[in-house]
Structures are given as C-alpha cells and as structure tokens.
C-alpha cells in the first residue's frame, strides 16, 4: 500500500489495473462542477472521506479518499471516463 500511494502522489500516470473505470458526468462547462462533485459523493457513498482529483497522464482520477492510512486505496480509485476522454 506505500508504494500504491507514492505512485499515486509521485508518478505521471497512475496503473489502469488498479483503477476501477467510472462513466463520469462531464467535469467542465456551466453546471457540470456541482453535478459532477454530486456523482463522486453519491459513488464514494460511507467510504467517502478526502476525496482527491488527479489529472494524470493517462487520464482523470478520482480516490475517495486521500488521507494517509494504510486502508485509504480500498475505499476506491477511480479511472473517470466522460465523453471527452
């Protein structure tokens, strides 16, 4: 789990094997914000706790929760894929 979080924190990209993929709302444009910020709280649900955004080379992620514990990978990362990725 420490290298899972270096990765995440340190590297450019961020391995599609340990990402669940997520059809996402579009996150730009007028509106999308609030709808978009909605859908990941509905998705992380009780396991929602810093809830983490991260553009990466190989795409946008999502990690519901990003605080420094061992556990915080099991609650759920997420490769988001919307219509413009």
């Known amino acids: 789990m420490v290298v899972e979080r270096l990765v ?7 391995p599609d094997w340990l990402a669940y993929d ?18 990941f709280d509905k ?3 009780d396991n929602r706790g ?3 955004v991260k ?5 946008i992620f999502m990690r519901c ?4 514990s061992l556990n915080s ?3 759920g990362v997420y490769h988001l ?3 413009a990725n």
């Open 73 to 75: 990978w099991f609650k």
């Open 50 to 52: 810093q809830l983490s």
């Open 22 to 39: 997520l059809s996402s709302p579009p996150l730009e444009g007028p509106g999308n914000l609030e709808k978009a910020a909605a859908f």
């Open 8 to 14: 995440w924190v340190n590297a450019d990209n961020y």
């Open 65 to 68: 929760d990003d605080s420094v």
């Open 43 to 45: 998705t992380c649900g």
């Open 81 to 83: 894929r919307t219509e």
């Open 55 to 59: 553009n990466k080379e190989n795409g």
